[in-house]
Structure formats: C-alpha cells, structure tokens
C-alpha cells in the first residue's frame, strides 16, 4: 500500500490561473484532510471530509473547493491563484479523529 | 495566548544526550494529543499519541500535565537521526479543531 499520494510534487502558477492539486490513499479510510503549511507556520487545515460526498470547511478555506466522489480521492481546486498562495500543501488521510497520515506534499510557488 | 505554543528551538544538543520539549495549550477542553516529527522538507509522521497516563516508546516518553495545560516529549539517549522538527498536536473536538504547533527544531550533534 502507497498510502498517500500527491501529485505533483512541486509546481510554479501564474496570478489568476488554476490548478488542481491530486491526493489519493488505498488505505479505504473515511477521513481526509488537506492543510497547508507556511514557512515558521502550524499546519492550517483547508478542507476536510469524513467520507464520499461529505467535505467542509477547516481554518482556512477562501480561494479553494475540493470533491470527494469516492474513498479514495480527494482533490483539492485553486481557482485563481494568488501570491498568498504559494506554501506546501499536505493531504493526509486517518481512521477517525485521531492520528493522521500525510502525503508527501505539494510545493506550490504562485508568482 | 496561541492555542498551541511551542518552543521553535532550535535545541542544539550532543550525541547521547536527554532532550526535552514542551507544548502548552490554551483550550482545557482539548481532548487528544499528538506528537509528530517532520523531517526538513518532508511530510509530518505520527511519532506517539499522548495518553493521560504517560507513555513510552523506545527512548521515546510523552506525557500530558492537564493541570498546566501541556504536553511533553522526552528523548533519552539522543542519535543524530533524531534531528528533526516535533510538532505538536491538541485536538479540542471535532475535525476542524485540531491545532499543530510551529514545531520544535532538534539538531543532535556529534
């Protein structure tokens, strides 16, 4: 089993264009999140989802949308890119409230 | 006051040694608690839950003071892969309730 997997690994945007980032776990967990983390910064949770076709909103959600269609992805939508923008993006996946796995995250540079 | 505060180090200490960090919180009603260890540009990975009673693993011993409102990792006998950064983890209830720490930095050195 992969457990978490991102796509792409890094990836430079320009202001005002989009992108998708992929997650993806084979473990058939309920749980997903996404978070972002800047430089000397906690973790800030965007989104997360207790299972296919539920998602709500974490910490900080404004300038994203995500879907979950099935167990398994999780995809996480930036529909025009910012500079505020740019950080590392985690998905991570867990059995329930408790511990979490992470992916191995997405270095967004928006310029 | 933050929700979780830590330490950022970093902690410089030598091969061998016993290092100790600490995490405060500001929320009493914080139901769980974690440590992580994220190596540098790298994905955080689970390094111990912190159960009311303590717990030990390995060189690892977390444990949880309510009264104070913290948490704390020790590590004995310190190897120079232990150099990472341990972030903490409070859970107050719910999904969107679960604060990470900015990390401790641990720099073990020969």
């Known amino acids: 089993n992969a457990g978490v997997t991102q796509t792409p690994k890094f990836r430079i945007l320009k202001i005002g264009q989009s992108m998708t980032l992929q997650c993806t776990q084979d473990?058939?967990?309920?749980?997903m999140y996404w978070y972002r983390q800047d430089p000397g910064m906690g973790l800030k949770l965007i989104y997360y989802?207790?299972?296919?076709?539920?998602?709500d909103k974490g910490e900080v959600p404004n300038g994203y949308n995500v879907s979950r269609s099935t167990t398994e992805d999780f995809p996480l939508r930036l529909e025009l890119a910012a500079p505020s923008q740019t950080s590392v993006y985690f998905c991570?996946?867990?059995?329930?409230?408790?511990?979490?796995?992470f992916g191995q995250g997405t270095r967004l540079t928006v310029v | 006051r933050k929700e979780v505060e830590q330490d950022p180090g970093p902690f410089n200490v030598p091969e061998g040694a016993t290092v100790a960090f600490n995490c405060t919180y500001s929320?009493?009603?914080?139901?769980?608690f974690f440590w992580y260890r994220q190596d540098c540009r790298k994905e955080p990975k689970l390094l111990m839950s912190?159960?009311?009673s303590g717990n030990e693993d390995g060189r690892f011993t977390a444990q949880l003071n309510r009264a104070s409102q913290y948490i704390s990792l020790l590590i004995r006998d310190s190897k120079l892969s232990d150099s990472a950064t341990y972030l903490c983890?409070?859970?107050?209830?719910?999904?969107?309730?679960?604060?990470f720490g900015t990390g401790t930095k641990l720099q073990v050195i020969p």
């Open positions: 991570a996946e867990g059995v329930g409230n408790t511990e979490a796995f």
């Open positions: 473990m058939n967990h309920n749980y």
């Open positions: 989802s207790v299972g296919a076709g539920i998602t």
């Open positions: 929320n009493s009603a914080s139901q769980s």
């Open positions: 912190v159960y009311s």
């Open positions: 983890v409070v859970n107050s209830g719910g999904y969107q309730k679960v604060t």
